[in-house]
């Protein structure tokens, strides 16, 4: 019983002492530069504060503008196939598995 007195002593020492420290920072700390701003670039208010186009990536991410390309045949396959589907299925709902489930995200749709 004693020893486990003292090993809940020293895990109460170490949690309350563990992250303390009197160091001002390493050498990787003291080379950061502050970002142009306090505020997020998604922050409304930050059209007012900062320059958006500054805090922008250098190069955008080509999958993106393969995502702007792609979005209308995405749509196209939406409108041709898939809502077609889903009415379709709706009609005889025990027969393709459609539930209610389905048809309030079906109703969702814009």
Same mark, same amino acid.
């Given at each position: 019983?004693?020893?486990?007195?003292?090993?809940?002593?020293?895990?109460?020492?170490?949690?309350?002492?563990?992250?303390?420290?009197?160091?001002?920072?390493?050498?990787?700390?003291?080379?950061?530069?502050?970002?142009?701003?306090?505020?997020?670039?998604? /922050?409304?208010?930050?059209?007012?504060?900062?320059?958006?186009?500054?805090?922008?990536?250098?190069?955008? /991410?080509?999958?993106?503008?393969?995502?702007?390309?792609?979005?209308?045949?995405?749509?196209?396959?939406?409108?041709?196939?898939?809502?077609?589907?889903?009415?379709?299925?709706?009609?005889?709902?025990?027969?393709?598995?459609?539930?209610?489930?389905?048809?309030?995200?079906?109703?969702?749709?814009?």
């Amino acid at each position: 019983m004693p020893g486990l007195a003292w090993s809940s002593l020293f895990l109460v020492v170490l949690l309350v002492t563990g992250c303390s420290s009197t160091r001002q920072g390493t050498a990787v700390e003291q080379d950061y530069i502050a970002p142009m701003s306090i505020y997020s670039t998604m /922050d409304a208010t930050s059209l007012v504060y900062t320059d958006p186009q500054a805090a922008a990536p250098r190069s955008d /991410d080509p999958r993106r503008w393969l995502g702007f390309f792609l979005h209308p045949v995405g749509q196209l396959v939406d409108y041709a196939i898939n809502r077609p589907l889903y009415a379709v299925a709706s009609m005889a709902p025990y027969v393709f598995g459609y539930t209610a489930e389905d048809a309030m995200l079906d109703s969702q749709r814009r």
